[in-house]
């Protein structure tokens, strides 16, 4: 008999188990705060901040995983330099003359006078003294010592004088360029007049 009832008594629990009914569960949907879209945001920023960080060594050294080379002092670079001091030079662009020029630049033409200051060939120009008509480089030759070079051409040179006078002619020039700031400014120039 008492086993009739446990019999009775599993039986009765496995309906009940299989007649029950789970409850529904109701989910709230909140209206975001101030403090819950700030700290949104603040995920989204950090996440954007850990992603440049990641992306930007890919960018610097390239995919490939070739180095980009630091942009310092090289020969290439100073004989830019020194093609753009001639550019400005012959553009008569006294805004660019003195951006090319050291503070403490001098020149040293063929007769031997030492003139100093960016202002000399500003001036020149602002005066009349001296307008260019032609300036080109040829057969250049630089070198580099650490943040100096040395760049040396054949000018070839169509000026006129305060007279209107034209006077044309070739030099050996060098211009002594320091390399600072990231840049390139010549500190003096040496000028040879070579004969005709």
């Known amino acids: 008999m008492k086993s009739n009832v446990l019999e009775s008594e599993k039986c009765l629990c496995a309906s009940q188990r299989n007649n029950v009914v789970a409850p529904s569960f109701v989910t709230r949907v909140q209206e975001p705060t101030k403090q819950g879209t700030m700290q949104t945001m603040m995920n989204r920023l950090a996440i954007a901040i850990v992603s440049g960080l990641l992306i930007a060594p890919l960018v610097m050294f390239g995919a490939a995983g070739k180095v980009k080379p630091v942009v310092g002092p090289t020969a290439e670079n100073a004989l830019a330099a020194d093609r753009e001091l001639a550019r400005v030079l012959e553009a008569n662009d006294t805004v660019g003359i003195y ?6 630049w001098a020149v040293i033409p063929s007769n031997g006078i ?83």
């Open 99 to 104: 951006r090319m020029l050291d503070k403490d």
């Open 114 to 196: 030492v003139l100093e200051g960016p202002s000399v060939f500003p001036r020149g120009i602002r005066t009349g003294y001296r307008t260019l008509k032609k300036m080109s480089l040829s057969e250049p030759r630089v070198r580099l010592y650490g943040n100096i070079a040395l760049v040396t051409t054949k000018v070839e040179l169509v000026a006129i004088n305060q007279n209107g006078d034209a006077w044309s002619g070739q030099l050996r020039q060098t211009d002594v360029l320091r390399w600072q700031d990231g840049g390139w400014k010549c500190i003096l120039t040496q000028e040879a007049v070579i004969p005709k």
